[in-house]
């Protein structure tokens, strides 16, 4: 028997969880109850669908890199444990039964816990994942691959996909060999209604931007067809097979476009034209983008079927509650409405289960990010990093270009002057001066990129510069907000350019310096560009030190993706800073910071406020 009591509790704390305020309170108070019989006689049922996405190996509310609970402006919370209480108190309100449980990838990379157990305490037979053990706990009915599945190679992928109790899902991820699909494309789960049996089918799909980024992990083992292209074949299998209702997790954004430009056929996301051009399709679970989508309706254009699509954030932040409402007539069930609205994970604690299942193996990460392994001169911050030289920047940039110099020192790339790119992959980077731990260096460069090295000319550093300063958005005052001069729009970006594609182009052997005038058009602001006090050579070579994700297309950056490649020892760019620290005991400013790019407007230095 349910305790009224119990009942109450759990619908107070959902409603308090409910991101969007009255409107979504009244949308959760006023959900129909499972199996409620309308005055038409037909029986109905309301299935729900909970999802998260993009969790990024984040379990606990814990900040490695600062070595605190996580905090951000808006008060958020993140990591399954936090998401599981708002899914197993969904599941007691609404029947366990009655509710399935999905996430659309995205999944063992992100966080030193992932990285632990990958490189440092790799799982195997005896070593489980975190994200295994968590998701277990959690009791998710199968999982989306996310591009980030990839990022730590096949091996350990299949190693985690065989610690888990539910199906990884991919359906648009073929042996490169023999054509058959490499993952498992779909999962039918039955669902026992009043009215007989529902079979709802699982379907994942995962951007085909992952030949691009992992390309080095993936080519000639795996290809990655189109979502929608694959989806006009998987959707009629799976209706055939059985299934009363297809429900998507789609790894590929909501807004339509591709960072990496027209390198692949297929675009990066693709959800929204997944829902319009493929008939059958019930919900889509979106991720990917990290963006927050209670409800969005799109307009299947064979059909005129509005198809449910939503996105809840990120790293557990929110989770996705989708209603289908259905009925049955004739022995054919038919999804009357269908509505979702998302929780949000900072009005719950964190779920006991999935923190026991983690704990151990969050301990052993703690104890490793903070070793101490050498010191920093001075303050390393990406405050301001998006619009004025940064000495944290310029330390990414010396470690990487110093690495290439040693690796070609021997062969014939040995006499090229060396350049390095990098990005600030967020604002929040503080490395305090004094002595630097594991986790100092992890802040200071997040992703788990490795480093190569490609020869490239002056005229496509130029391009390059060029391509990279369409970040800025135009101004033509001397002094502007930083919300009025970065992220600009573009085709490839329209919701705005992130910071990770605004490239610094640092040179090791000789100052290259220049300036960004946004008074100019895009194409034409990159002003007195020099190399080493002299006007840049446009035929002048050089070695150029870059990461796999830009190298590979990321970004859509000009000439790189097909430029020659002098090196490529695949070691993670991260480890190459830690390497270099525990090699040398410091982080010297001294040694590698430059001043070498502003901004101006009109040729006159732009002040940028925060």
């Given at each position: 028997m349910t305790d009224p009591k119990s009942s109450l509790s759990r619908r107070a704390m959902l409603t308090a969880a409910l991101v969007g305020g009255s409107a979504a309170a009244g949308a959760l108070a006023g959900a129909p109850a499972v199996h409620a019989a309308p005055a038409s006689g037909r029986k109905r049922f309301t299935l729900t669908v909970l999802g998260t996405t993009d969790l990024h190996n984040n379990v606990f509310n814990w900040d490695y890199f600062k070595n605190v609970p996580y905090a951000d402006k808006a008060g958020n919370k993140i990591g399954i444990a936090q998401a599981a209480t708002l899914i197993k108190a969904m599941r007691a309100e609404r029947g366990a039964a009655n509710t399935i449980t999905i996430d659309a990838g995205d999944t063992i990379q992100g966080t030193p816990l992932a990285y632990y157990f990958a490189k440092i305490n790799p799982i195997s037979a005896s070593v489980k994942h975190p994200m295994a053990l968590a998701m277990n706990a959690v009791g998710y009915d199968a999982v989306g691959l996310g591009n980030h599945e990839f990022n730590y190679g096949i091996p350990l992928l299949r190693t985690w996909e065989s610690q888990l109790d539910f199906p990884l899902l991919g359906a648009n991820v073929h042996d490169?060999?023999?054509?058959?699909?490499?993952?498992?494309?779909?999962?039918?789960?039955?669902?026992?209604?009043?009215?007989?049996?529902?079979?709802?089918?699982?379907?994942?799909?995962?951007?085909?931007?992952?030949?691009?980024?992992?390309?080095?992990?993936?080519?000639?083992?795996?290809?990655?067809?189109?979502?929608?292209?694959?989806?006009?074949?998987?959707?009629?299998?799976?209706?055939?097979?059985?299934?009363?209702?297809?429900?998507?997790?789609?790894?590929?954004?909501?807004?339509p476009g591709s960072s990496y430009g027209d390198a692949l056929p297929f675009p990066e996301n693709a959800s929204t034209q997944l829902a319009e051009?493929?008939?059958?399709?019930?919900?889509?679970?979106?991720?990917?983008?990290?963006?927050?989508?209670?409800?969005?309706?799109?307009?299947?254009?064979?059909?005129?079927?509005?198809?449910?699509?939503?996105?809840?954030?990120?790293?557990?932040?929110?989770?996705?509650?989708?209603?289908?409402?259905?009925?049955?007539?004739?022995?054919?069930?038919?999804?009357?409405?269908?509505h979702s609205l998302l929780l949000d994970a900072k009005t719950v604690d964190a779920d006991p289960a999935v923190v026991r299942a983690v704990q151990s193996g969050h301990e052993a990460t703690v104890k490793y990010v903070n070793q101490v392994i050498g010191t920093s001169t001075a303050a390393l911050t990406t405050a301001t990093a998006c619009w004025e030289?940064?000495?944290?920047?310029?330390?990414?940039?010396?470690?990487?270009?110093?690495?290439?110099?040693?690796?070609?020192?021997?062969?014939?790339?040995?006499?090229l002057p060396v350049l390095s790119i990098a990005a600030a992959f967020s604002r929040s980077v503080d490395v305090k001066a004094g002595p630097l731990t594991i986790r100092d260096v992890a802040g200071l460069y997040i992703f788990d990129n490795t480093l190569l090295s490609i020869k490239v000319t002056g005229a496509q550093v130029k391009a390059y510069l060029e391509w990279s300063a369409q970040y800025f958005k135009p101004v033509f005052s001397t002094t502007a907000r930083a919300a009025d001069v970065t992220n600009a729009a573009t085709a490839m970006a329209p919701g705005g350019t992130p910071d990770y594609n605004y490239d610094v182009v640092y040179g090791l052997d000789a100052p290259l310096d220049y300036e960004i005038d946004l008074a100019k058009p895009v194409g034409e602001r990159i002003t007195g560009l020099t190399y080493g006090s002299a006007a840049l050579r446009m035929d002048q070579e050089f070695a150029l030190a870059i990461n796999n994700y830009r190298q590979s297309g990321g970004g859509s950056f000009p000439a790189v993706k097909t430029a020659p490649v002098l090196s490529n020892s695949q070691q993670e760019i991260r480890?190459?800073?830690?390497?270099?620290?525990?090699?040398?005991?410091?982080?010297?400013?001294?040694?590698?910071?430059?001043?070498?790019?502003?901004?101006?407007?009109?040729?006159?230095?732009?002040?940028?406020?925060?």
């Open positions: 490169s060999v023999t054509g058959q699909r490499a993952f498992t494309p779909y999962v039918l789960k039955r669902v026992k209604t009043d009215n007989g049996w529902l079979t709802v089918g699982l379907v994942g799909f995962v951007t085909p931007g992952c030949a691009l980024w992992d390309r080095d992990n993936v080519q000639g083992k795996l290809d990655f067809n189109g979502i929608v292209e694959e989806a006009k074949t998987v959707i009629p299998e799976m209706k055939a097979a059985g299934a009363d209702v297809v429900i998507v997790t789609s790894h590929s954004g909501a807004t051009e493929v008939p059958g399709i019930d919900a889509i679970l979106v991720g990917h983008a990290h963006l927050e989508i209670p409800e969005r309706f799109v307009t299947n254009k064979a059909t005129g079927k509005q198809v449910l699509l939503t996105e809840p954030l990120k790293w557990g932040m929110r989770v996705s509650v989708m209603d289908l409402e259905l009925a049955k007539d004739k022995g054919q069930w038919t999804v009357t409405a269908a030289d940064s000495a944290a920047i310029d330390a990414i940039n010396f470690v990487q270009a110093s690495t290439i110099k040693a690796e070609l020192s021997n062969g014939p790339a040995a006499g480890q190459r800073i830690i390497d270099y620290v525990v090699a040398h005991g410091t982080l010297d400013v001294a040694v590698f910071s430059q001043d070498n790019w502003r901004l101006t407007v009109n040729g006159e230095a732009l002040t940028v406020t925060p």
